[in-house]
């Protein structure tokens, strides 16, 4: 039995986490995502609730991000079925934990977290 087309697929799924969200009362309160395009001088803000933001983009994203820390990308991009790599990496999410120590250094001369 098919629930979903993969064209509806966004929309039920709306459906869904706003029955379920309202019956645990959970993300009442709208939430606010500003983004930073380059061609636009302005950031752009949107308002809504939890459930009208979320998208299957999100449950891409999600996946990737969990399945990333047990299986390189080409095995994920097979499974997801992509053949492009600049795509899937559009739902890796980028760990730059790696940053802080190099920021430090540039920054204070600081290595370790120590006095520089």
């Known amino acids: ?62 996946w990737v991000s969990y399945f990333s820390k047990m299986f390189d990308d080409f095995t994920l991009m097979e499974m997801m079925g992509t053949k492009s790599h600049q795509e899937f990496l559009k739902y890796k999410k980028n760990n730059v934990d790696h940053l802080d120590e190099k920021v430090k250094m540039a920054l204070y001369g600081l290595q370790n977290g120590g006095e520089g």
């Open 1 to 62: 039995m098919l629930l979903f087309t993969k064209e509806d697929y966004n929309d039920k799924i709306k459906i869904l986490l706003k029955l379920f969200l309202e019956k645990y009362n959970l993300y009442s309160r709208p939430i606010t995502i500003t983004r930073k395009k380059y061609i636009y001088p302005n950031p752009i803000e949107e308002t809504d609730t939890f459930y009208n933001l979320y998208s299957s983009h999100c449950n891409r994203r999600g």
